[in-house]
Nanobody, 118 residues
Framework: QVRLQESGPRLLEPSQTLSVTCTVS??????????YMWIRQSPEKGLEWMGA???????YRSPSFGSRASIFRDTAKNQVTLLLSSVTPEDTAVYYC??????????WGQGTQVTVSS
């Protein structure tokens, strides 16, 4: 059984950089055809797709976040990390790590609540 566990700071101040890590167990993050996405959810904006890293290692990010967001992976640790720079209170949300293929979403992490406040 594959498990995705997000971890990161619960509270940030505006202008800081958010770093959220997804630790995957039960499978390698380089397994063919399985990709990893970051999705966040807030009451104001609902679900937002932020970006993804494909099984081959190429990355994609939503234009909504521009260069603020980046995704990378550590294959030795079997982890995928999201960085989001220059956070504002609008970045307050639950951040989810999600595993999918071209055909279906397969697994969700439990999510981690991040609050941005001064």
């Amino acid at each position: 059984q594959v498990r995705l566990q997000e971890s990161g700071p619960r509270l940030l101040e505006p202008s800081q950089t958010l770093s959220v890590t997804c630790t995957v167990s039960g499978d390698s993050i380089t397994t063919d055809y399985y990709d990893y996405m970051w999705i966040r959810q807030s009451p104001e904006k609902g679900l937002e797709w932020m970006g993804a890293i494909k099984w081959l290692g190429n990355t994609y990010r939503s234009p909504s976040f521009g260069s603020r967001a980046s995704i990378f992976r550590d294959t030795a640790k079997n982890q995928v990390t999201l960085l989001l720079s220059s956070v504002t209170p609008e970045d307050t949300a639950v951040y989810y790590c999600v595993r999918d293929t071209d055909y279906a979403v397969v697994d969700w992490g439990q999510g981690t609540q991040v609050t941005v406040s001064s």
